[in-house]
């Protein structure tokens, strides 16, 4: 039953969550190498989604997809979470929070050209221009200020983060062919996912986890913004009247997280970050208006 006060709601839920996820990389990354806490949080948040398949009655449905799909699904875990969550908590390790989480909020650009060779969708010149701002705050980021010199803080790290946006654009772009149930269909590519991130813990940094601060934040990740941040946005994009409406709730969630950053894990907030993110911001609601695929689209993300 549509209610938009209901999705709002939920969907307040959803970027609440999402912006505090940023602190908790950092926490956890602070007792945690990258794999470690990808294999914490993909355990919890594959234990999650598997209660609320259960409380809903839904995990019958789990057991009766085609080989087809489930083919799909192991192939679709390999991008997400194992690829994704490893370039993005990479480059959480090296930068600073205040850094790593603007620059991944453009992924939704980068969705917007793929979509072009990969779905076939004509490039606007919204498009263009969208990505000329984004992308002058990521070099305003990246450089904290210093854009005419072009020194980057850690370039390995910077390339993580744009890495982690082709990535994440990339699996959106096979998602629009994904008829599975969403909550059904994340459920198994994480579970699907796992054993390649436990083989890859077991093979680096091993499973001795004694700091309590790096597996509650990891923890944390996994049920929230792995797991129930997403349920509360697929209920809030069904219950929706005006989609759009809500989607634009997601533009709150960089400027949130900013004051998480601040503080908890007490970052001074530079003003080269400010500057770019509300390029960034302004670049993506610039391409945003009018979009083929919209911000409806950010499912499952912080």
């Not at 956890?28 to 470690?36: A, I, T």
């Not at 997403?230 to 009247?241: D, G, I, N, T």
């Not at 409806?296 to 912080?302: I, M």
């Given at each position: 039953?549509?209610n938009?006060?209901h999705?709002?709601?939920?969907?307040?839920?959803?970027?609440?969550?999402?912006?505090?996820?940023?602190?908790?990389?950092?926490l956890?990354?602070?007792?945690?190498?990258?794999?470690?806490l990808?294999?914490?949080?993909?355990?919890?948040?594959v234990?999650?989604l598997?209660?609320?398949?259960l409380?809903?009655?839904?995990?019958?449905?789990?057991?009766?997809l085609?080989?087809?799909?489930?083919?799909q699904?192991?192939?679709?875990?390999?991008?997400?979470?194992?690829?994704?969550?490893?370039?993005?908590?990479?480059?959480?390790?090296?930068?600073?929070?205040?850094?790593?989480?603007?620059?991944?909020?453009?992924?939704?650009?980068?969705?917007?050209?793929?979509s072009?060779?990969?779905?076939?969708?004509r490039?606007?010149p919204?498009?263009?221009?969208?990505?000329?701002?984004?992308?002058?705050?990521?070099?305003?980021?990246?450089?904290?200020?210093?854009?005419l010199?072009?020194?980057?803080s850690d370039?390995?790290?910077?390339?993580?983060?744009?890495?982690?946006?082709l990535?994440?654009?990339?699996?959106?772009?096979?998602?629009?062919?994904?008829?599975r149930?969403?909550?059904v269909?994340?459920f198994l590519?994480?579970?699907?996912?796992?054993?390649?991130?436990?083989?890859?813990?077991?093979?680096?940094?091993?499973?001795?986890?004694?700091?309590?601060?790096?597996?509650?934040?990891?923890?944390?990740?996994?049920v929230?913004?792995?797991?129930?941040a997403?349920?509360?946005?697929?209920?809030?994009?069904?219950?929706?009247?005006n989609?759009?409406?809500?989607?634009n709730?997601?533009?709150?969630?960089?400027?949130?997280?900013?004051?998480?950053i601040?503080?908890?894990?007490?970052?001074?907030?530079?003003?080269?970050?400010?500057?770019?993110?509300?390029?960034?911001?302004?670049?993506?609601?610039?391409?945003?208006?009018g979009?083929?695929?919209?911000l409806?689209?950010?499912?499952?993300?912080?």
């Open positions: 039953m549509k938009q006060t999705a709002m709601a939920f969907g307040l839920g959803a970027v609440l969550l999402w912006s505090t996820v940023a602190t908790a990389f950092k956890s990354l602070q007792e945690l190498s990258p794999v470690q990808l294999f914490i949080a993909c355990t919890a948040s234990l999650v598997a209660i609320v398949l409380v809903q009655g839904r995990m019958r449905s789990v057991l009766t085609s080989r087809g799909q489930y083919l699904s192991l192939g679709m875990g390999l991008v997400n979470p194992c690829l994704y969550y490893f370039l993005l908590f990479g480059a959480f390790d090296r930068l600073p929070a205040q850094e790593a989480q603007p620059i991944n909020y453009t992924w939704a650009l980068v969705l917007a050209y793929l072009v060779p990969f779905l076939g969708q490039l606007r919204s498009d263009i221009v969208a990505g000329l701002i984004c992308y002058s705050g990521v070099v305003v980021i990246a450089t904290r200020g210093a854009v010199s072009l020194t980057f370039p390995v790290g910077v390339a993580l983060a744009l890495g982690s946006t990535v994440w654009a990339s699996y959106w772009i096979i998602a629009t062919r994904d008829s149930d969403p909550v269909g994340l590519n994480f579970l699907c996912g796992l054993p390649f991130i436990a083989l890859a813990c077991g093979l680096t940094d091993g499973f001795e986890f004694h700091a309590l601060q790096g597996v509650a934040g990891a923890l944390y990740v996994g929230f913004e792995m797991g129930i997403f349920v509360l946005w697929s209920y809030a994009m069904k219950r929706a009247e989609t759009s409406r809500v989607s709730l997601i533009f709150i969630s960089p400027f949130l997280s900013l004051v998480f601040y503080f908890i894990l007490g970052e001074v907030i530079l003003i080269s970050t400010y500057t770019g993110l509300a390029l960034i911001v302004a670049g993506l609601w610039w391409q945003q208006r979009a083929k695929i919209p409806t689209a950010q499912a499952a993300h912080e």
